[in-house]
């Protein structure tokens, strides 16, 4: 075959731009912004972008980081008039990246956010009417799908940060092929920072590759000579000698998560604040998915003259974001990922190494408006020999009952056959497969059930939509919602400061009383703040994050909302919670544990020895059966949520997965017996 092959322009000859943001004299701040756009890499070559879009319906693009991708190209095609008959959709893999890029973006244009510009991410969706540029992750595009098949409404799909490949992102690669050649008026751009273009121009039948220089500076990388026992403090040391010894410009540092980032914050500013006035000011700004946004537009805000800023940041930072003015990047060398054993169906998030192609990535972003230095806070040795090529993509190393019932529901049934970019392991698949026919989603001949279609409607894991769609049976959908939405917020309900822990702890203990497990406590949080009138005053007496609580407020309206189209009645049962109790073991039955004699927990499928969550209501209780929401990998396997079961109620609720046998005592090492496996 021939591969045509458009490689735009010459290379960019380096020479020093002014500074964004910079005031042009007599210029209005619109007019400066759209200096601005013209300064980025990518506006060189957007006539003859323009021009390969207008002559292949399916394009690759691929360029550096910060040169304009995201974005500026939707811009393009709108001034170019693809927007007057359909709207411009960009995926992106994070959600703070599509509600940051896109109010980048309103502002860039002079509009309000939401009208022509907007955004969807799960559970927020900031479009109207008027919204032609749609920045949404790659997950709501994928449930776009589910209600409008053709993608009719969008002239153009771009799905960006193709390197990423996350999950949706790979599904969607699927999905888009298809319509590409069902609707040849739709336009397709594969958009990346990485050199992967060759691989996604195979799969997209030969797709043309536009490839445009980025603008870089040299980075002087350096390794450390022998490994490091603890990362966090290497990190903080090393912020703080390039603090006082470097010149200035702004420091990024690479940090697993939230956690990480939080203490790594907490040690630097009592550093800072021992050292007085003898240094110079340093701006610490974290920024990671869960933070509210006004805290995250802070690392956008130029530093002030004669500080420097450290920005803490996670992954979302390694292509997602670019922050401009770093000019130092610290690479502990790690990220956090989920990794998923289809053997036993278990899920964690581990803290790994990070890949070459991610180590490029991060030392990158030191050289983006002057040279730079990469402090990598690994040995030379371990980069070249114990640090993979290349991320393991998503789908090799998930759970896929989401996607599977995604899939079933738009009437893919052959998922083996399915044209995956790279195909997840078969027996991931079955895995899900099974995981679906026990929750009763699928039916034997691996065909969609109607429990199946009313779970596919809900934004959830397909456990939590189980557990859902049973309430209706125990009529109390009006509790079990707002568990699901306190679930789905995450672990940042409890709000505890060190200086007041105590307190904090005994705030907490309060909504347990009556070991009533971590399920109800939650809906007994949810619904003590309801009765204030969803006070903030009530959540700062009771160390409880507000936002936690405005967001989970949010996601239960939605669900609520989702019922209603699933025709579920809302129906509260308080008083009984053992009707709670039971709709949570209807979704959750594959997650019990049977206590052992020496005090740990035993999961009743695919023994496996956890344990209750310090932090947990049960903790001290140690119930004989449980059923848990997650198992959290740390020192030890812990289970996260947990709830007291009766065991009879196994037997009762999944007769199909539990026998009488398997729940009484004694038999705890009987295995159940093999499901029947749906078909693929
Ligand atoms: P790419 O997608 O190629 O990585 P982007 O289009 O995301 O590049 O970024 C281009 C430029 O836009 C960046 O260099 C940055 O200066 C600016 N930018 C992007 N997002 C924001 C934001 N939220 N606030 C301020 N500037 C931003
Ligand atoms: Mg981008």
């Known amino acids: 075959f021939i591969k045509a092959s458009v490689l735009a322009g010459e290379n960019y000859e380096d020479e020093m731009l002014p500074v964004t943001g910079q005031s042009f004299s007599g210029k209005s701040s619109f007019e400066m912004l759209q200096d601005v756009r013209k300064t980025l890499p990518i506006y060189s070559y957007r006539d003859q972008l323009l021009k390969a879009i207008e002559d292949h319906q399916v394009l ?21 008039g693809y927007t007057k008959h359909g709207k411009v959709g960009c995926t992106q893999p994070r959600r703070i990246a599509a509600m940051s890029v896109a109010a980048r973006v309103a502002h860039e244009m002079g509009v309000k956010l939401g009208h022509d510009v907007g955004y969807s991410v799960r559970f927020e969706d900031c479009t109207s009417e008027k919204t032609v540029l749609k920045y949404m992750t790659d997950g709501m595009l994928l449930r776009e799908l589910l209600g409008e098949p053709d993608l009719a409404s ?22 888009v092929k298809d319509m590409a050649r069902l609707r040849p008026d739709l336009k397709l751009l594969i958009s990346s920072a990485t050199m992967d273009a060759e691989k ?16 870089r500076f040299p980075v002087d990388v350096s390794f450390v000579a022998a490994p490091e026992a603890d990362y966090l403090d290497a990190a903080i040391v090393t912020v703080l000698q390039i603090h006082v010894n470097e010149p200035l410009g702004d420091i990024l540092v690479f940090l697993p998560g939230q956690e990480e980032i939080e203490n790594v914050e907490e040690t630097l500013k009592n550093k800072i604040r021992g050292f007085g006035t003898k240094i110079r000011e340093l701006i610490i700004c974290p920024i990671y998915a869960n933070l509210p946004s006004e805290i995250q537009a802070k690392v956008f805000e130029p530093t002030p003259e004669g500080a ?38 278990m899920e964690s998030l581990l803290v790994t190494p990070i890949s070459k192609a991610s180590a490029m990535q991060r030392s990158g972003r030191a050289g983006r408006t002057s040279p730079g230095k990469c402090f990598r806070l690994y040995t030379a040795y371990n980069f070249e020999n114990d640090m993979e090529d290349n991320t393991v993509p998503e789908i090799q190393r998930t759970n896929l009952a989401s996607v599977v019932l995604a899939l079933k529901s738009l009437g893919i049934d052959d ?6 970019m790279d195909p997840p392991p078969a027996e991931a698949l079955v895995k899900a497969l099974e995981l679906l026919f026990a929750l009763g989603a699928l039916n034997k001949l691996g065909k969609l059930t109607k429990v199946g279609r009313k779970m596919a409607e809900f934004p959830l894991d397909p456990m939590l939509s189980k557990m859902i769609v049973a309430s209706e049976k125990y009529m109390c959908s009006d ?17 505890r400061p060190k200086d007041k822990q105590v307190h904090a702890d005994n705030a ?27 006070s903030t005053q009530w959540c700062y007496e009771n160390y409880i994050q507000v936002r936690s609580m405005k967001r989970a407020r949010d996601i239960r309206d939605q669900l609520e909302g989702l019922l209603e189209r699933v025709e579920i009645k809302v129906s509260t049962n308080f008083h009984n919670l053992d009707l709670v109790r039971k709709s949570i073991v209807a979704g959750f039955f594959l997650h019990t544990a049977k206590l052992q004699k020496d005090g740990s927990y035993r999961t009743a499928k695919h023994p496996l020895t ?41 037997v009762e609720i999944a007769p199909h997965y539990y026998q009488l046998k398997d729940v009484e005592d004694g038999a705890s090492k009987k295995l159940p017996k093999a499901t029947g496996r749906a078909m693929a």
């Not at 509790?479 to 709000?495: Q, T």
């Not at 907490?508 to 969803?534: M, P, Q």
């Not at 209780?621 to 009766?646: A, C, F, G, I």
């Open 308 to 345: 420097r800023k450290v920005v803490l940041a996670t992954n979302i930072a390694e292509t997602s974001l670019t922050i401009d003015g770093i000019k130092y990047v610290v690479d502990p060398g790690f990220c956090k990922i989920k990794s998923y054993n289809p053997r036993n169906g």
């Open 60 to 80: 690759v693009i691929v360029g550096d980081t910060g040169s304009g991708k995201t974005t500026q190209i939707p811009q393009y095609l709108h001034e170019a």
């Open 610 to 650: 956890v344990h209750i969550y310090p932090s947990s209501g049960l903790s001290q209780v140690v119930p004989r059966w449980v059923v848990y929401h997650e198992l959290v990998l740390t020192s030890k396997e812990y289970m996260r949520q947990v709830t007291e079961l009766t065991p009879n109620w196994l």
């Open 508 to 534: 907490r203990l309060n909504f347990h009383t009556g070991n009533v497990g971590d399920h109800i406590a939650l809906l007994k949080v949810y619904n003590s703040w309801k009765e204030t009138d969803y």
């Open 154 to 175: 969008y002239s153009v799909i771009i799905v960006d940060e193709a390197h990423e490949r996350t999950l949706s992102t790979d599904i969607l690669f699927g999905l």
């Open 479 to 495: 509790e079990i919602i707002s568990i699901a939405a306190m679930l789905s917020v995450g672990s940042y309900i409890f709000y």
């Open 200 to 215: 996604f121009s195979n799969y997209f039948d030969a797709a043309p590759i536009f490839i445009f220089p980025g603008r």
């Open 415 to 420: 998922l083996l056959n399915f044209d995956f």
